[in-house]
């Protein structure tokens, strides 16, 4: 049976706080809130240190589990369990990390840990790098309907065009990976056909991860009291069964020149997903320069940060990849552990 690390990725407002309580479901599967220490620990991966010594090991698991930035309460895992096995696991960055995400599969369990945060839709490099047995499973909804669902978000400070910007960014990620990632490692589906026929939708996500399909999964209810935290009121639908309610109500929540920017801005993307076009008339010459220039800042932004990141792969103080199942074992050849001696 598979021990891959499972990512759920896409544009934000997509549903995939949905579909990661569906795969929370499974019996064998766990995917926990949100949280916020994957990244910023790899990104400040050379403060840690050399994480072969045990010592560099015990300040980065103290710091996942004290840090008020990282949200490793959501866990409801013991901090000083977690920092012990840390310290006598494989001197890893990912192996850190990845004792966070299995010792919160064991709180259930389940032999099988997942991740669900829409950013990761342009960080599936890093998060290989991390997981190298990883897979990614890339929910794709309307990008009229996410840029209407942004919008309306307590945490979403941004415009209109940022919002668009960000559903082309999360499209043209997935094309990237399409191209480029194994069939047994990338998989995508829409919002729309997962909502219209859950049951066919799962069973073809369950293929891919090589598990069994659970009837569970249908109908997540149960898994959001524990996988979705009560102050989260923007999550709220997912306490109820799977609806269609909103499922192209961009018609009544954007205004007009919204609707004519997102679909002279997004429009062959829309169509490449399947999604029709309004024929609304071609938006303003500001708007359509003002959502050009937002684009090409924030792929400038973005470039900068590859570029750092390239750079400080040069000093990595000790290995990034996780070594804690068999496939990640396997590639960074480490002996396989036998069954009677793993703790």
């Given at each position: 049976m598979s021990d891959r690390p499972v990512f759920v990725i896409g544009c934000p407002r997509s549903g995939t706080t949905m579909l990661q309580l569906m795969l929370h479901s499974h019996p064998r599967m766990a995917v926990p809130p949100e949280t916020r220490f994957l990244v910023p620990a790899y990104y400040r991966r050379r403060k840690w240190g050399d994480l072969r010594v045990t010592h560099r090991r015990r300040a980065l698991a103290e710091w996942i589990a004290t840090?008020?930035?990282?949200?490793?309460?959501?866990?409801?895992?013991?901090?000083?369990?977690?920092?012990?096995?840390?310290?006598?696991?494989?001197?890893?960055?990912?192996?850190?990390?990845?004792?966070?995400?299995?010792?919160?599969?064991?709180?259930?369990?389940?032999?099988?840990?997942?991740?669900?945060?829409?950013?990761?839709?342009?960080?599936?490099?890093?998060?290989?790098?991390?997981?190298?047995?990883?897979?990614?499973?890339?929910?794709?909804?309307?990008?009229?309907?996410?840029?209407?669902?942004?919008?309306?978000?307590?945490?979403?400070?941004?415009?209109?065009?940022?919002?668009?910007?960000?559903?082309?960014?999360?499209?043209?990620?997935?094309?990237?990976?399409?191209?480029?990632?194994?069939e047994d490692t990338y998989y995508e589906l829409r919002y729309?056909?997962?909502?219209?026929?859950?049951?066919?939708?799962?069973?073809?996500?369950?293929?891919?991860?090589?598990?069994?399909?659970?009837?569970?999964?249908?109908?997540?209810?149960?898994?959001?009291?524990?996988?979705?935290p009560q102050h989260k009121v923007w999550h709220s639908n997912t306490h109820g069964e799977v609806i269609r309610t909103r499922v192209g109500s961009w018609a009544n929540r954007l205004e007009d020149w919204e609707i004519a920017l997102c679909e002279h801005m997004l429009g062959d993307r829309l169509e490449s997903m399947g999604y029709e076009l309004t024929g609304a008339p071609k938006p303003s010459r500001e708007h359509i320069t003002t959502c050009q220039k937002t684009m090409q800042k924030r792929r400038a932004s973005r470039m900068r940060k590859h570029v750092r990141d390239r750079f400080n792969r040069l000093r990595e103080p000790s290995p990034?990849?996780?070594?804690?199942?068999?496939?990640?074992?396997?590639?960074?050849?480490v002996p396989q552990q036998r069954p009677e001696l793993v703790v």
């Open positions: 840090d008020r930035t990282t949200k490793f309460r959501e866990l409801k895992i013991d901090k000083d369990e977690f920092v012990r096995q840390c310290v006598a696991g494989p001197g890893s960055l990912g192996s850190v990390i990845g004792t966070a995400f299995r010792m919160y599969a064991d709180r259930f369990d389940k032999s099988r840990w997942g991740d669900k945060r829409p950013s990761y839709v342009k960080q599936v490099d890093m998060l290989l790098r991390l997981f190298p047995d990883a897979q990614f499973i890339h929910l794709i909804r309307d990008g009229r309907d996410c840029v209407s669902s942004l919008k309306e978000m307590p945490w979403y400070t941004l415009d209109s065009f940022h919002a668009i910007s960000t559903w082309a960014e999360a499209i043209d990620a997935g094309a990237r990976l399409r191209r480029t990632l194994p729309e056909d997962l909502t219209d026929d859950p049951s066919t939708e799962l069973k073809k996500i369950c293929h891919f991860l090589e598990e069994e399909f659970s009837p569970a999964m249908v109908s997540p209810r149960e898994a959001a009291s524990v996988a979705v990034v990849a996780a070594m804690l199942t068999s496939r990640q074992r396997s590639l960074a050849g």
